[in-house]
Structure formats: structure tokens, C-alpha cells
């Protein structure tokens, strides 16, 4: 049974950080392409960050510069990252992580609809 599992999400002034975690069970977070989501109240889900499974990140332009996606490799752990720097109140959202399998390694997407596994989400709050 694959679960993905997201956490460090919490309470922070705006131009704080946090670091998002992803752990996941029953698959290889390498073999896929894992992206991350959020939804704020009343918006529709977005992407936010994505990273193809050669390890290819890509960005929303609302956190160009201040989002980081990470992978640790050596991976015993089997988690992926999301460090977010210099938050905003608009940052406000639960955030998700999800995973798709391409068999071309290059490719990652915000295609939400195609995700074949997702997490239960984990809330991040900007204010002050």
C-alpha cells in the first residue's frame, strides 16, 4: 500500500520559512516525478514545484526565488523537501505532495488530474 505521508507545516510571520517533508511508503520516490500542490480556502488547487525523477525541478512563478524542492538521494529516508523561504500571507494553503510515473525521466508536470498518488496535505499559515 503506497502512502505519502507530508508534515512541517505550521504557524509563521510573513518572511519566515519552513521546510516541508514528504515521506513516502510502498514506492521509490526516485522512480517518480513528485510535485507539490497547495490549496488555499475557496482557490482552486495549484502547483506549486515539481521535480522529475532524474531530479529536474521546476517552479510557479509565485515562488520562483523562494521555494527550494530537494531530494535527498542517498535516501534511506525516501523523502523529498520543500524549503520555502521569505513566506507571504498569499503563501497561506495546505500543501501536498504527489506522485506521477513517466517513463521518461525528464518529464514532470502540474497536470493534478494525472497524479497517482497524493498525501493527506499539511496546512502552512502566513501571519502575523
Known amino acids: 500500500q503506497v502512502q505519502l505521508v507530508e508534515s512541517g507545516g505550521g504557524l509563521v510571520q510573513p518572511g519566515g520559512s519552513l521546510r516541508l517533508s514528504c515521506a513516502a511508503s510502498?514506492?521509490?520516490?526516485?522512480?517518480?516525478?513528485v510535485v507539490w500542490f497547495r490549496q488555499a480556502p475557496g482557490q482552486e488547487r495549484e502547483g506549486v514545484s515539481c521535480s522529475s525523477s532524474d531530479g529536474s525541478t521546476y517552479y510557479a512563478d509565485s515562488v520562483k526565488g523562494r521555494f527550494t524542492f530537494s531530494r535527498d538521494r542517498s535516501n534511506a529516508k525516501n523523502t523529498v523537501y520543500l524549503q520555502m523561504n521569505s513566506l507571504k500571507p498569499e503563501d497561506t494553503a495546505v500543501y501536498y505532495c504527489?506522485?506521477?510515473?513517466?517513463?521518461?525521466?525528464?518529464?514532470?508536470?502540474?497536470?493534478?488530474?494525472?497524479?497517482?498518488?497524493w498525501g493527506e496535505g499539511t496546512l502552512v499559515t502566513v501571519s502575523s
Open positions: 504527489a506522485t506521477r510515473y513517466y517513463s521518461d525521466s525528464l518529464i514532470c508536470d502540474f497536470d493534478y488530474n494525472g497524479m497517482d498518488y
Open positions: 510502498g514506492l521509490f520516490l526516485d522512480s517518480y516525478a
